[in-house]
């Protein structure tokens, strides 16, 4: 993206829910084990919502840390875009009920659906508008309550995936070095079959059958989806890296999405990174979806992984499929 005016990540705020599910916790409900769990896919453990509580709810508490952490008032944002495949209902947006949570009405947004890439995608989408100079202060986030599309009576499924929301800040970059640099993105609709929700959508509206037939939980062919997802994330890597005549070794930290640990080992080692090169935390969280990057990133900068000036390179690959990576310098 050759920007009008360089973009910058201005800060980071995350929230998960307190409740935890551990592997062991769901080794009671289906025939799984702590064992098979970690071993396949690195997970330990998951946050999961409480009743009553969804999408918008995470993504008001994300938003509100982002704005602890920089003195923003949010009253400042200017547009807000979320990320996510479990809003809160149809509609309105969960970015309308987010405005109305957040008590801002001059802030105008919507809501962006690319499952696993949708903050990534959503990331390029408000660097737009600020590097256009249509907006100063874009918020995005990240929110998903996978929990509320997961069937746990499915095994396969159940394990993988949990709640959380995070959001960041765009704005002018202070130091045009230190900015959103380009961003590489691509959409295979074939892989449509191997992860989607089949019920609930036009297609097949919710009724007595759909539900009885459990058509309102994510249905996914692991195999297809992690092949797709191993050879991607290292293509997308590389597509983005040469156009911008850089190599891996140049990256100072990959923040993947984190679907499974052993995507994000076989990426970096097809790319060559190090280990202290890549982040890994989805041990903690599971697959949250919109969730994981800026989850990554919180964790990155508690851990003082990143520094000013570092090059990062987000790479996301998830349902459609979707493919999606950015590239930036750190501004702070
Ligand atoms: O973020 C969106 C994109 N999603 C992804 O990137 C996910 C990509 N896929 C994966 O991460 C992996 O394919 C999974 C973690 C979903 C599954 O791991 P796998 O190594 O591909 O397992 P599999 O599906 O090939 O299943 C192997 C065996 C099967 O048993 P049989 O047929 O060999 O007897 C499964 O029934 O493991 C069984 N299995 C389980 N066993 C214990 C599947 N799930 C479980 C489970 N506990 N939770």
Not at 43 to 72: N, P, Y
Not at 107 to 119: I, Q, V
Not at 275 to 285: A, C, F, G, P
Not at 294 to 309: I, N, T, V, W
Request: glycine share 8%; hydrophobic share 40%.
């Amino acid at each position: 993206m050759k920007s009008v005016r360089p973009v910058q990540v201005s800060g980071v705020g995350c929230y998960v829910p307190e409740r935890v599910l551990t592997n062991h916790d769901l080794s009671k409900i289906v025939d799984t084990s702590d064992e098979w769990i970690l071993q396949r896919t690195g997970i330990s453990e998951r946050r999961i919502v409480d009743k009553g509580k969804a999408t918008s709810d995470m993504a008001e508490q994300a938003v509100r840390c982002l704005c602890a952490s920089l003195q923003l008032d949010p009253g400042e944002i200017e547009l807000l875009i979320v990320a996510t495949v479990t809003p809160d209902m149809f509609f309105p947006s969960t970015a309308c009920l987010l405005q109305e949570k957040l008590n801002i009405r001059h802030t105008w947004g919507f809501d962006l659906s690319a499952a696993c890439c949708g903050f990534v995608y959503s990331l390029s989408v408000g660097a737009a508008f600020v590097a256009a100079g249509l907006h100063s202060r874009v918020v995005v986030v990240g929110s998903d309550t996978m929990s509320s599309i997961v069937d746990y009576q499915d095994r396969a499924t159940c394990v993988i995936f949990g709640d959380g929301a995070g959001a960041v800040l765009l704005e002018p970059a202070e130091n045009p070095e230190n900015c959103l640099i380009d961003f590489h993105h691509e959409v295979d609709g074939s892989g449509g079959v191997h992860l989607n929700m089949p019920a609930g959508g036009s297609l097949l509206p919710s009724s007595c059958e759909t539900v009885k037939n459990r058509l309102h939980y994510v249905k996914q062919e692991g195999q297809p989806v992690f092949k797709f997802a191993t050879r991607k994330m290292e293509e997308a890597s590389r597509i983005i890296l040469r156009k911008n005549n850089l190599t891996p070794q140049d990256i100072c930290l990959l923040l993947p999405h984190q679907a499974n640990a052993r995507i994000i080992r076989g990426t970096a080692d097809r790319l060559g990174l190090r280990e202290d090169q890549v982040v890994i935390n989805l041990h903690k969280y599971g697959n949250t979806t919109a969730a994981t990057i800026p989850l990554a990133m919180q964790d990155a900068l508690a851990e003082g992984r990143l520094k000013e000036g570092d090059l990062v390179l987000l790479a996301s690959v998830g349902a459609g499929f979707t493919v999606g990576t950015a590239l930036l310098r750190w501004a702070f």
